[in-house]
């Protein structure tokens, strides 16, 4: 079996940890991942990210799409879609393509959104060191 076949079968695996689980440490995968019960630890994963109602994360996220419904504390950065449900509570940044938040969803934070993130961001660095040079 070839690395690229191992790769293929990886990228669509899905890694459930479940209600009642707790894990301290970071994750990262090239599936998706479902939380349903609590990491304390940061979240990177090259596919789709579903925090459950009962979910609850105390580090940073990132994704390419993410759907949550329960706790993050920290930031929170998908490339493309990001879905707040109506018992999502986030308290941090968010950084996101595209962002669809349902009436009952708690944000407390800033959110920066759309294709003109990456060139903002840029902007910003680039204003800071011409101001420092000055």
């Given amino acids: 079996m070839s690395s690229t076949k191992n790769q293929a079968v990886d990228a669509g695996s899905v890694n459930l940890i479940g209600k009642g689980t707790e894990i301290t440490g970071d994750i990262n995968s090239l599936g998706d991942v479902r939380i349903d019960g609590s990491l304390k630890g940061n979240l990177v994963t090259k596919g789709k990210f579903v925090l459950g109602p009962n979910g609850t994360i105390t580090g940073n996220v990132k ?72």
């Fill in 63 to 134: 994704s390419q799409n993410a759907d949550l419904s329960g706790e993050v504390k920290g930031t929170v950065e998908v490339d493309d879609m990001l879905s707040l449900k109506a018992s999502a509570r986030i308290t941090g940044d968010i950084i996101t393509g595209k962002l669809s938040i349902e009436p009952g969803a708690i944000f407390s934070g800033n959110c920066k959104m759309g294709a003109t993130v990456k060139n903002m961001v840029q902007n910003e660095a680039n204003q800071n060191a011409t101001t420092k040079s000055a």
